[in-house]
């Protein structure tokens, strides 16, 4: 008999477990028992259904590969410990992410026992998804500003060009031509940018850009 590792040492560091149920698969007499925290997982009041590779079978996740019953029949006729993380379609309509950790019993004639524990991971999977969302949200936001910045940088170019200014000078211009106008500064950028469409000669670039600039700022003035 190989020695099993607590279940809740198989988790990340800091992750908890929703709960822990036992197991046990008498190979021989074919006679599983749940804890009632397995029924719970599944769906079930515990004792209301009978424990086994069938009801494991049932309620596998369609998604998951291997499923749990093939890991537990590879179990059995192997011989090998396991531990693997899958989701239960539990009874429920729930869908829940658990651990299940096995070791096996062994004699001269083959597996007698297949047992351990499910750990429920659920909360920290949901905890964790939403915590992906968030930074995924993060990023596009992120992404939304460098493009903002882009069209912000690429309008400061044309001022510090056509003005023969540093960027903060430029940016202060800019700055100043948006609020004067009520209009958004990246919206006036992006005009600007939009409107600049053929390269100018510098000493007319000032005179010239004046004049982009005036009529981009007043409410309501198209590109």
Request: charged share 25%; glycine share 8%; hydrophobic share 40%.
């Given at each position: 008999m190989s020695t099993m590792p607590d279940p809740l040492s198989v988790l990340p560091s800091g992750q908890r477990a929703d709960q822990v149920g036992m197991y046990h698969w008498d190979?021989?007499?074919?006679?599983?028992?749940?804890?009632?925290?397995?029924?719970?997982?599944?769906?079930?009041?515990?004792?209301?259904?009978?424990?086994?590779?069938?009801?494991?079978?049932?309620?596998?996740?369609?998604?998951?590969?291997?499923?749990?019953?093939?890991?537990?029949?590879?179990?059995?006729?192997?011989g090998e410990a396991f531990s693997c993380q899958l989701r239960i379609a539990a009874a429920d309509a729930a869908t829940r992410a658990v651990v299940?950790?096995?070791?096996?019993?062994r004699d001269e004639r083959g597996t007698t026992a297949v047992h351990g524990?499910?750990?429920?991971?659920?909360?920290?999977?949901?905890?964790?998804?939403?915590?992906?969302?968030?930074?995924?949200?993060?990023?596009?936001?992120?992404?939304?500003?460098?493009?903002?910045?882009?069209g912000i940088e690429q309008a400061k170019g044309m001022i510090m060009f056509a003005y023969g200014c540093d960027s903060a000078a430029a940016f202060e211009l800019l700055i100043g031509a948006s609020q004067r106008g009520n209009?958004?500064?990246?919206e006036l950028a992006e005009r600007l940018v939009?409107?600049?469409?053929?390269?100018?000669?510098?000493?007319?670039?000032?005179?010239?850009?004046?004049s982009v600039l005036a009529r981009l700022a007043r409410p309501g003035e198209d590109v």
């Open positions: 190979v021989r007499s074919r006679a599983w028992s749940w804890s009632a925290e397995i029924y719970l997982m599944y769906g079930y009041r515990p004792g209301s259904v009978s424990p086994g590779l069938e009801v494991v079978r049932k309620h596998g996740h369609p998604m998951d590969r291997p499923q749990l019953a093939e890991v537990f029949e590879g179990a059995r006729a192997g299940v950790v096995g070791d096996v019993d524990y499910y750990v429920d991971l659920t909360t920290a999977r949901l905890r964790e998804a939403v915590q992906l969302s968030e930074l995924a949200g993060e990023a596009a936001g992120l992404q939304r500003a460098m493009a903002s910045r882009a209009v958004k500064l990246r939009a409107a600049v469409q053929t390269p100018v000669e510098r000493d007319r670039a000032r005179e010239y850009l004046e």
